[in-house]
């Protein structure tokens, strides 16, 4: 089943992309967008463009595992784009992945690769989706049920 992982910020959106067996997470790309309608649009094009069956939605929750403005906003974006696309929406907690995302660039660089920081920048949103994407396909990322 290919899932698209989605990490919705205000200026970017990480997008990340799972093989068909739904086995393997891979970054995709990192929209940069100025309003959610605009994220909303563009993620509606790779859903078709690429057969998307399935929807992973990043939901930044705080610390103490609260709600805060921007996991609300992911949420209801999510279920906009549930609504528009039929397809199965799955919310998961992404607190740590950019943290995770981070890490894998630093042994990048220590394997000698080399990356500007704006081309770190951008990597790193989709490497962050991919993250949590891969967690939830190993079944060690559970959905969230908000």
Sequence with gaps: ????????????????????????????DVLTITTPQQALAAVLEVIEAEAVERIVV?????????????????VEWGRELHYRTSLPLILVDERLSSFAAEQQLIERKRSGEK???G??????????????????LDGTLPPLNL
Aim: glycine share 6%; charged share 25%; aromatic share 4%.
């Design 1 to 28: 089943m290919r899932t698209l992982a989605i990490d919705l910020g205000t200026r970017r959106v990480g997008l990340a992309l799972s093989d068909a067996d739904a086995k393997l997470a891979s970054p995709y």
């Design 58 to 74: 990043g939901v930044p929750l705080n610390m103490d595992d609260s709600v805060g403005p921007q996991a609300r906003q992911a």
């Design 115 to 117: 990356l500007t920081r």
């Design 119 to 136: 081309r770190k920048k951008k990597q790193l949103d989709a490497m962050a989706a991919a993250a949590f994407l891969q967690q939830f």
